[in-house]
């Protein structure tokens, strides 16, 4: 089946530095990829919806110049935390769904950030 | 975005059918009606989704009541693997069509 591959899966960084998530489409395309922020014991929340060469939607709340999204291609997403802040640790999880299939969509494994 | 509503937590025996129910007195004429499910410390996977009729997959059944107003999704045989988080979603189709996940109900399978 579909396969969306997210890296790192878990990353340690100090406060004030940036952090960069790759989220990928294995074996399919797709010009729209999610953005979602999880912490423990809460719900997934959208953060954005990266659009391939365009610029990333944000939800209301999200502060566009601290999560950087670049969408290069139809098979790339990318996520950067800028000056991240322990307020900053948290699950963070890219979805896609295929370009030109069904309704279903994929998930990558999450990548757990911790600032410290 | 039409609003769902799920019991908090269910328990349920290994290798016994579990109902997992959810409303949706909202939806739209448009709206499918999505599960997902997410283990721990993993991404959401998907399970199963439907617009009017029942629907069976290897995984799971899901019934949605005639009015649409509601859904039921249907293990046959839960195993320890299916203890999750499971999230009841409507979304229209369409490949750049957000989820929107609510808080999901939490399901416990006894030995």
């Known amino acids: 089946g579909a396969v969306v591959s997210q890296h790192p899966s878990r990353v340690i960084c100090k406060s004030g530095t940036s952090v960069k998530i790759e989220c990928r489409s294995l074996?399919?395309?797709?010009?729209?990829m999610f953005w979602y922020r999880q912490f423990p014991k809460q719900s997934l929340m959208l953060m954005a919806t990266s659009n391939e060469g365009s610029k990333a939607t944000y939800e209301q709340g999200v502060e566009k110049d601290k999560f950087l999204i670049n969408h290069a291609s139809l098979t790339l997403s990318t996520l950067t935390v800028t000056s991240a802040h322990p307020e900053d640790s948290s699950f963070y999880i890219c979805?896609?769904?295929?370009?030109?299939?069904?309704?279903?969509?994929?998930f990558g494994q999450g990548t757990r950030l911790t600032v410290v | 975005d039409a609003k769902t509503t799920q019991p908090n937590s269910m328990e349920s025996n290994e290798e016994e059918p579990v109902h997992l129910p959810c409303n949706h007195s909202?939806?739209?004429?448009?709206?499918?009606i999505h599960w997902y499910r997410q283990l721990p410390s993993q991404g959401p996977e998907y399970v199963i989704h439907?617009?009017?009729s029942n629907v069976n997959n290897r995984m799971a059944s899901l019934a949605i009541a005639e009015d649409r107003k509601s859904s039921t999704l249907i293990l046959h045989r839960a195993t320890l693997r299916d203890a999750a988080v499971y999230y009841c979603i409507l979304c229209w189709t369409g490949a750049n069509s957000k989820l929107t996940f609510g808080k999901g109900i939490t399901l416990s399978v006894r030995p």
């Open positions: 074996d399919f395309q797709a010009t729209t």
């Open positions: 439907g617009l009017t």
């Open positions: 909202t939806i739209s004429g448009t709206d499918y």
């Open positions: 979805s896609a769904r295929d370009l030109w299939g069904g309704t279903e969509a994929f």
